[in-house]
């Protein structure tokens, strides 16, 4: 790594660490109730807002097969900027958002920043750092965890202002728009600046897709499904079912210091053990860990459940599943890596659109029967998955 790109680095990481705290501010509780409020809703309709977070996953949707396109044609620095720029759009729509429909256009906004940001971001610290790039976009997940880990302490910092909960979404516009402007002028590498002519289209059609390597696509809809319902729904789970009072948002704390754990632990397991086996280990731990806390339905598991969903669901299964999916398709990496954030993405807006009309226990089983359902996916292609390698390697 050039010394003159550590400062750029940096500022590329702390987009994600804003990242964290929009991709997590709607699935806090109190949070679903001010935006309730503010948009002229009773409380037994706080379940509305995840409709709105769901469009998150639209924005993305819609998104990523140009975002990614555009990065390699007009360089990780513009498309940097645009994603910056779209999620300050986010946060100042949602802080003064008068109603659903002008929450939802906010949230697309932020689903467009977050494809511009992954489709420039991953592969510029990857530029940075080419001798370390599995470690560099660990340091992406790194500092989500950390934001979303910190969330009770700024939420407890906005209760006290003016605006409410609505100043911590407008500080964060502040900080990324910042950031954009920063970027604009901070150094990257050459490979970074320079546009490239690859065509996603292109690369799809001479792709020789198998069962195997559709079913890992697959995994990458039912692991994101796992973490997104959690924590976007867990925390309602936690107070009207389990009787949880204000400490319902300490269940953030403890998610976020199990992914922050699981990215450290897996870091150095994956140097030990074939990635492709943690696909199915951790999404099982995650789905029995859930089943607990749907059957005790007590404070105390709601917290052990929130660590654990943390530790096995959002503490790299998805990245994992990139990186496997990548073995397969060593040519086309980044078309591989984008088909599977689509269905990460799809699975984020279908999923939460469900959950935003069911109740709390019904929305914790699906949840389940959703692991589940990757589990046994995860389990196909881990017997397959000498004969997958064979077939990449011819």
Not at 27 to 41: D, R, S, T
Request: proline share 3%; aromatic share 10%; with cysteine.
């Amino acid at each position: 790594m050039n010394k003159k790109y550590t400062v750029s680095a940096l500022i590329l990481y702390l987009n994600y660490f804003i990242h964290g705290i929009g991709c997590s501010i709607l699935g806090q509780q109190v949070v679903k109730e001010m935006l309730a409020k503010q948009w002229g809703l009773t409380l037994d309709d706080v379940g509305k807002v995840t409709m709105v977070a769901a469009a998150l996953g639209l924005g993305r949707l819609i998104s990523l097969p140009v975002a990614g396109p555009l990065s390699d044609k007009l360089g990780r620095r513009i498309s940097s900027v645009i994603g910056a720029a779209s999620y300050a759009i986010f946060f100042v729509g949602i802080a003064f958002s008068p109603n659903m429909t002008v929450a939802y256009i906010a949230a697309v906004m932020g689903g467009l920043a977050n494809s511009f940001l992954d489709t420039a971001i991953y592969p510029a610290v990857g530029e940075i750092f080419y001798n370390y790039t599995g470690i560099a976009t660990m340091g992406i997940k790194f500092f989500i965890s950390i934001s979303q880990l910190m969330m009770p302490f700024f939420l407890g910092m906005a209760a006290g202002s003016a605006m409410s909960y609505g100043t911590l979404a407008l500080v964060c516009a502040a900080a990324i728009g910042v950031l954009g402007v920063l970027i604009i002028f901070a150094p990257l590498p050459t490979d970074s600046e320079s546009g490239k002519k690859e065509s996603l289209l292109q690369n799809i059609k001479n792709a020789n897709f198998s069962m195997e390597s559709i079913v890992l696509i697959l995994i990458g809809f039912t692991s994101t499904a796992t973490f997104q319902l959690w924590l976007n729904c867990a925390q309602t789970f936690g107070k009207e079912i389990a009787g949880m009072g204000n400490e319902v948002s300490n269940m953030q704390t403890w998610y976020s210091g199990g992914t922050m754990l699981a990215l450290i632990i897996t870091s150095f397991l994956t140097t030990k053990i074939k990635q492709v086996r943690f696909i199915f280990i951790y999404p099982a731990v995650a789905a029995v860990s859930m089943l607990l806390v749907y059957m005790i339905r007590t404070p105390e598991i709601c917290l052990f459940g929130a660590f654990m969903v943390g530790f096995f669901a959002a503490g790299g299964v998805l990245q994992l599943v990139t990186a496997t999916v990548n073995e397969l398709f060593p040519k086309i990496k980044g078309t591989i890596t984008s088909i599977v954030m689509i269905a990460s993405s799809l699975s984020n807006y279908t999923i939460l659109s469900a959950a935003g009309s069911m109740s709390a226990s019904a929305v914790l089983m699906m949840n389940i029967i959703l692991t589940v359902i990757g589990v046994l996916l995860a389990l196909f292609v881990n017997m397959r998955y000498a004969k997958m390698v064979e077939a990449a390697k011819q």
